[in-house]
């Protein structure tokens, strides 16, 4: 035990702030976003991951958000394992055919209003799988996505930025 | 030529040897011959009349071989029917068994009676290329869902893959258990945290589970047949995305594929390797620095997560922590934090100079320093201790049945690594990078853990060697064309396992088939062998342990 508390007081904490070029992007998200998710969602804002045919890379990316670095939790994002509790969805592509009823089920399982975010090339477009027989191509093809956030797979930085000008710009959207 | 191949040749018991290549001696049988198009030519590949398939298959287990792939190739191009390959795995050899079926026989004899990977290639070949196994026991369709037409064949030549498939009405036969207190829980495809999709089905009495099915195909995106629309230089980029966390392991094996086929002439510089191609031997060392960095930032995600399933997230925390830095120094020296797409045929174009070499030594310095301490803690927790050991056990004798590779094989009494036992360079015996790799016999989350835990140690010490001994010279030669007809082979350990890509080059010169061997595609079966007599709440721990790519395994 003794060791773990060294270890832990070793580390220290180090969530950073934020690399200037991001940062001043999300303070001004920052500000609105405490805003937006303080009066739309009560201070918190629940995520349901939903991988719909990605090769895995989109998935590492957004657990390192969740990693001490980038601490998304002090957004007051988490993420939930249930779509009944979630606020948004997260889902990365290429939407594969295989997929594409459990995509629509989770969707449908997620209560409304709900936001969804296509993450990755893949997500935005098919990425490098395009349209065929076994892909369908971007989450837009199946679900009507508020926000796309590119890149292979995209930066952490990319992520949480995505996800805070959804939200920040969740009030244009749907009753 | 290959001990496998005189086995094989004696008790078939034909007159032949291997002559010269591409020559068949004089009075050998025109049905058994040795193909004069595979490369590189330290794999063998020998074509035999497909009432053998199965007979040469029961020869080679006898000799103490492994399966390492079984697939189907069409052959229509070429004018002929189609052809189903077995490749074999014994020692430093890796041996190729090809039958030819004319296009309106396609039933081969099924060789999962005698090497049970072979019960899902098997499945697989039959639902996406449309060969038959005589003598399979479940030919229940796998990755082609219920709802897909009975009559698409996707790896068919005459299949157009670019329009969508209409859905149909159908089953899909669960195995069943039956008893009184015997009750059933599905799990997925979409699963409560962030990771791939894919089915579990547990029958399960009260804690314990007597059977687990797993059902895969979720994520398949077609990746074999997008390879054929793709010129031999794209190809690279989609290797790069069949499985994200793999992505260097996979560049490498298809670009070691496509230089086996179209690789320069050896002697100009860097190694002169025996396939008979010449790639700068710079970038055979960066190389291996990706897969080593790969390796290791993978290994410590899944420690973490390991004791985070064990309810001890503050390893988790700390090992994404270290993680975490790792990445951050790929994006800062290579441009990417998975080191995606740096590597090509012909060679890498990210290179490394007297800076970067001393920012990755004085990280290895403090990632090594804080690793260890952590692994103190690791070893010093008993209740982690008492979760991890004697959970999930896939012993030795059924990791050996069922061939499994990579760190689930060196977990369970096998000691199997490609960079030993098929070194290719630079751990071959040219650039002598050497190492060890630990091998465990307990066979649980304890001992596959382990595994990852001294591979990263010897990954840092390679890095090490790699960075103070790393060659001059250039780090990307041109390629020529492959011929047609000809077939590439590599394989690579990436940090899952062994990697197996088998390229064929058409008629034309284009990729007539790739076939992609992820070492998911075998080690699923160890962990369907692995839970039952475990409790459901430690499934997460074991599928953890695993951590096997759903995306590599569905394709």
């Known amino acids: ?175 | 030529m290959s001990m496998l191949s005189d086995a094989l040749t004696a008790a078939l018991g034909a007159d032949l040897r291997p002559g010269i290549w591409p020559d068949v001696r004089p009075g050998a049988r025109p049905d058994i011959r040795f193909e004069s198009g595979q490369r590189p030519l330290s794999v063998v590949c020998c074509t035999l009349p497909k009432e053998k398939f199965a007979e040469a298959a029961r020869i080679l287990k006898k000799a103490y071989a492994l399966l390492a792939a079984e697939w189907a190739a069409d052959e229509t191009p070429f004018g002929k029917g189609f052809a189903v390959f077995a490749c074999y795995r014994w020692g430093k050899e890796y041996f190729i068994v090809k039958s030819e079926l004319p296009a309106d026989d396609l039933r081969f004899p099924s060789l999962t009676k005698k090497f049970l990977p072979a019960y899902r290639f098997e499945r697989q070949m039959q639902s996406l290329m449309g060969v038959v196994p005589v003598g399979h026991p479940d030919l229940r369709p796998w990755i082609k869902f219920e709802d897909w037409p009975q009559d698409s064949f996707p790896l068919r030549k005459s299949f157009d893959a670019t329009k969508p498939m209409p859905r149909v009405v159908g089953d899909y036969q669960w195995l069943r258990a039956a008893g009184q207190g015997v009750y059933e829980i599905p799990v997925g495809p979409v699963h409560a945290g962030i990771i791939e999709p894919g089915h579990f089905r547990f029958q399960a009495v009260g804690e314990m589970v007597i059977n687990l099915e797993e059902r895969l195909g979720y994520v398949h995106k077609g990746i074999e047949k997008k390879f054929e629309s793709l010129s031999w230089r794209d190809g690279v980029r989609l290797a790069g995305r069949v499985s994200g966390d793999s992505t260097v392991a996979h560049s490498i094996t298809y670009s070691m594929a496509v230089e086996s086929l179209a690789g320069l002439p050896s002697g100009l510089s860097g190694s002169a390797d025996p396939a008979g191609y010449s790639i700068p031997q710079r970038a055979h060392w960066i190389r291996a620095l990706f897969l080593e960095r790969e390796r290791i930032a993978n290994h410590l995600g899944d420690i973490g997560a390991i004791c985070n399933d064990a309810a001890f997230a503050f390893m988790l925390y700390q090992c994404s922590r270290l993680r975490e830095m790792m990445l951050r120094t790929n994006h800062r020296l290579f441009g990417h934090r998975f080191i995606m797409d740096r590597v090509v045929p012909g060679g890498v174009t990210a290179d490394i100079d007297a800076a970067g070499k001393e920012e990755i030594l004085s990280e290895l310095e403090f990632i090594s320093r804080d690793f260890e301490k952590l692994v103190v803690i690791f070893d010093e927790s008993s209740s982690l201790e008492d979760r991890v050991r004697g959970t999930g056990i896939l012993k030795p004798a059924k990791a050996r049945e069922l061939c499994v590779v990579g760190i689930v094989a060196r977990a369970s009494g096998m000691n199997l690594d490609c960079r030993i036992f098929n070194p290719f360079p630079p751990y071959d015996e040219y650039d002598r990078l050497e190492l060890d790799v630990p091998v465990k016999i307990s066979g649980d989350v304890h001992a596959r853990t382990y595994v990852r835990i001294e591979e990263v140690r010897e990954s840092i010490r390679i890095i090490r060697y790699i960075l103070e001994n790393l060659p001059d010279g250039p780090i990307v030669s041109d390629l020529g064309v492959p011929s047609p007809g000809t077939a590439g082979f590599a394989a690579v350990e990436g940090w899952r396992g062994e990697i197996i890509y088998w390229l064929q080059a058409g008629p034309n010169g284009e990729i007539n088939r790739c076939m992609v061997r992820d070492p998911s595609s075998i080690n699923w079966l160890g962990l369907e062998q692995a839970i039952p007599g475990n409790i459901v709440p430690d499934f997460p721990l074991c599928n953890k342990s695993f951590n096997q790519s759903y995306s590599g395994h569905d394709l």
């Open chain 1, 1 to 175: 035990m003794i060791r773990i508390l060294r270890q832990i007081l070793r580390t220290g904490i180090v969530t950073e702030p934020l690399p200037s070029a991001v940062e001043e992007e999300i303070r001004r998200t920052g500000t609105e976003l405490k805003k937006a998710i303080s009066k739309h969602f009560r201070r918190s804002l629940t995520i349901r991951q939903v991988d719909a045919g990605s090769c895995n890379g989109c998935e590492l990316e957004i657990h390192a958000i969740n990693n001490s670095f980038y601490n998304c939790e002090r957004f007051g994002i988490h993420f939930t394992p249930s779509p009944r509790f979630a606020d948004m969805l997260l889902v990365t592509g290429p939407v594969s055919r295989n997929m594409e009823i459990a995509l629509r089920r989770t969707y449908n399982a997620t209560p409304t209003p709900k936001l969804v975010v296509a993450v990755g090339d893949c997500g935005c477009n098919g990425g490098i799988f395009g349209e065929s027989y076994a892909s369908l191509g971007g989450i837009d093809k199946v679900l009507p996505v508020d926000m796309q956030v590119p890149g292979c797979p995209p930066t952490p930085l990319a992520l949480l930025n995505g996800i805070l000008t959804a939200v920040d710009g969740y009030p244009g959207r749907k009753s």
